[in-house]
């Protein structure tokens, strides 16, 4: 099972999120409310189609319209594969994590 | 609504190979309105053309990627169709070839035949002598060969002519002791070498043709018989008993000119073989003139050509131009 990373997971966690309107605009918009860190465009539009290429996303077309100068969108959805690395990763965070919080509450009181 | 940048859209659109380009563009595009509401049309118009720079590295190193991709199966195509069809393939393909083969052959013939004495530097202002003989009979000769004396003359006749050389071209045994190889040589007055682009690698283009018993040999000639040895100076024999001295060594004459040449000597030396050169009754010279710069060849010959006639008033002959440049292509006569 191949590692994801930070921008990865939550590129994937977005387009989860988001279902059947997650497109390029519509993650890093989803990416940008949450973190609250303004990353630009080509930093969510990579991983997603770094992802797409490792076989989590699959993409399909979507309709032009005139806010877009009449070009069409790339919908992305999560795959078979996509949802069981999302999972594998979610376990294994919690494995790693567990007892990390306890550990870091205790060194801030020193 | 504001648009955005019409320029950076372009670029990036013809660089745009595969859908997911054209959805990235869309995605901006979309980004340029909303910011367009918050921030007004300059900020974002200028954000915009920041993001599309930002992206030219990516978008012309995919693009290339693709057509080299295309071209590759392209390629793959080809292969694969040849195989199937061999014979058809080798008719066609190997028709094709020879007859680009045969077009590319005739036109590089024809263009050396064309370039034949276009060297020199006058090649425009010379012209060949060519003399109109009307025999008794009625009949109409052309020549290349003319009088002695008429180059003379014309040359002091007509401020047109500017210059004016007579030549003989002699089939001669030449070469040092018991090594002598049958040779062109032509026997020019001095104005030749002036007329003629004619490069001296030794020896003084002024002097070299005033001794009638000296010799100009071509680089090829001068090798051929005195290998690394210097020649200048030295003697040569010719036909019997002659000997010749080298007063000029001169570059090869290059082949696609009517005066290929081994080498050159003075005309007066025809003295020797018992021609007469104050003479008119010979035919027996090849004469050429050069005209002024920029002087039409036919005005001229309208006045020289019956220039005979003013010594000897009885005369059918007239004289006709051949231009350098058609010397090697043209029959005589005709004009």
């Known amino acids: ?110 | 609504m504001s648009k955005p940048p019409k320029l950076a859209k372009f670029l990036l659109k013809i660089l745009s190979s595969r859908e997911k380009d054209e959805a990235y563009l869309g995605d901006i595009e979309e980004l340029f309105h909303d910011r367009a509401k918050c921030q007004g049309p300059w900020h974002s118009k200028r954000w915009y053309w920041w993001e599309i720079v930002k992206s030219i590295p990516r978008f012309v190193k995919e693009s290339i990627r693709w057509r080299m991709t295309m071209l590759g199966n392209y390629f793959k195509v080809t292969f694969r169709n040849m195989k199937v069809h061999k014979g058809y393939s080798f008719i066609n393909i190997g028709g094709l070839a020879v007859g680009i083969a045969c077009c590319l052959l005739i036109f590089s013939w024809a263009r050396y035949e064309l370039s034949f004495d276009r060297f020199h530097k006058n090649a425009r202002d010379i012209y060949r002598l060519v003399s109109e003989f009307h025999s008794p009979g009625g009949e109409i000769n052309y020549t290349e060969t003319n009088q002695a004396p008429l180059a003379a003359v014309l040359k002091d006749k007509y401020p047109e002519i500017v210059n004016s050389t007579r030549a003989l071209r002699w089939e001669w045994k030449v070469g040092r002791e018991n090594m002598q190889f049958e040779e062109s040589i032509w026997l020019v007055d001095p104005a030749f070498v002036d007329m003629f682009t004619i490069s001296f690698i030794q020896g003084d283009p002024a002097t070299a043709l005033s001794n009638p018993e000296s010799i100009v040999l071509t680089e090829s000639l001068a090798k051929k018989h005195f290998l690394n040895e210097n020649p200048m100076g030295k003697t040569v024999i010719a036909g019997q008993r002659t000997p010749l001295i080298v007063s000029g060594v001169i570059k090869d004459i290059p082949q696609n000119s009517h005066l290929y040449l081994d080498a050159l000597m003075p005309i007066i030396f025809s003295k020797k073989a018992g021609l007469n050169l104050d003479e008119w009754s010979g035919f027996n010279f090849m004469t050429y003139v050069q005209l002024q710069k920029g002087i039409s060849g036919k005005d001229v010959e309208q006045k020289i050509k019956y220039v005979l006639k003013d010594y000897f008033p009885e005369t059918t002959t007239s004289i006709q131009l051949q231009p350098l440049t058609e010397v090697h292509l043209y029959a005589l006569g005709g004009g």
């Not at chain 1, 999972?87 to 567990?98: A, F, P």
Request: no cysteine; aromatic share 8%; net charge positive.
């Open chain 1, 1 to 110: 099972m191949e590692l994801l990373t930070k921008l990865e997971e939550l590129v994937l966690i977005a387009v989860l999120r988001l279902k059947d309107k997650a497109y390029g605009i519509s993650v890093f918009n989803y990416i940008v409310d949450l973190t609250g860190k303004e990353v630009s465009v080509s930093s969510v539009y990579f991983p997603l189609e770094r992802l797409v290429r490792k076989g989590y996303l699959h993409t399909m077309k979507g309709e032009p319209s005139p806010q877009r100068g009449g070009m069409s969108k790339r919908y992305y959805k999560l795959t078979k594969a996509g949802v069981k690395a999302l999972k594998e990763n979610r376990s294994l965070h919690e494995t790693v994590w567990k007892g990390v919080s306890e550990i870091l509450k205790s060194t801030e009181e020193v």
